[in-house]
């Protein structure tokens, strides 16, 4: 597509449930990435791919958190057991490939809130 | 480790310049420059590379010292199009990004 494209934009649900959120990055694009950001605050890295593999989920805050990329293209980021402190901007990015001077295309995000 | 920029605000008239500073902890391999508008994703608005020169479109550039770890945004002439809060992305290792806390500009006519 012409960009990385995010689904929903907005997420409202409630504490305990399960979400799923999706990424659609740029088609060609290798690399991965996720992030979620706070108010006033710089993105947050999670976790990173590159073609199917997860190169670096250093960033998943615990067990709750898991994301997929099966095909190397979309990806979907899971939260189990949501709590009111995931509440955040999730933010999916993609770039040709990682380590070569590429800058990241980001996606508009989903704004997820646990209520 | 976070890149820490500074300032954190900045108002300016239109025509002013502006710097913004990133400053790391650690061996840089690339520093990215990001712009962020309200409610709207991070744009990409340049990479410097390791052993790379000073990097500029229009009236915004940048450089990049490898020694001090550092690198330095700089916005001349201002627009208003330039309000919106920039993010540097450092690069160590493992090809992904640490962002800073990033710099609130506000250009006012």
């Known amino acids: 597509g012409a960009g990385v494209s995010q689904t929903p934009s907005n997420k409202v649900t409630e504490k305990g449930k399960y979400v799923e959120l999706r990424c659609d990055p740029i088609s060609g694009h290798t690399a991965l990435y996720w992030y979620r950001q706070s108010l006033g605050q710089g993105p947050e890295f999670l976790i990173y791919f590159q073609g199917t593999g997860a190169a670096d989920d250093s960033g998943l805050p615990n067990d709750r958190f898991f994301a997929v990329r099966p095909e190397g293209s979309v990806s979907t980021l899971k939260i189990q057991r949501t709590e009111r402190g995931d509440s955040a901007v999730y933010l999916c990015a993609s770039s040709p490939s990682p380590g070569l001077g590429y800058g990241y295309t980001f996606g508009s995000g989903t704004r997820l809130t646990v209520v | 480790q976070q890149p820490v920029q500074s300032p954190q605000a900045v108002i300016l008239r239109e025509g002013e310049d502006a710097v913004i500073n990133c400053s790391s902890s650690?061996?840089?391999?690339?520093v990215h420059w990001y712009r962020q508008k309200h409610g709207e994703a991070p744009v990409f608005l340049m990479i410097l590379l390791k052993g790379g020169e000073q990097k500029g479109h229009d009236k915004i550039s940048a450089s990049f010292n490898e020694k001090k770890q550092q690198s330095s945004l700089y916005l001349t002439a201002s627009q208003l199009s330039y309000s919106g809060t920039y993010f540097c992305?450092?690069?160590?290792?493992?090809?992904?990004?640490?962002f800073g806390g990033g710099t609130r500009l506000m250009v006012k006519p």
């Open positions: 650690k061996a840089l391999y690339s």
């Open positions: 992305g450092t690069e160590h290792a493992g090809n992904m990004l640490t």
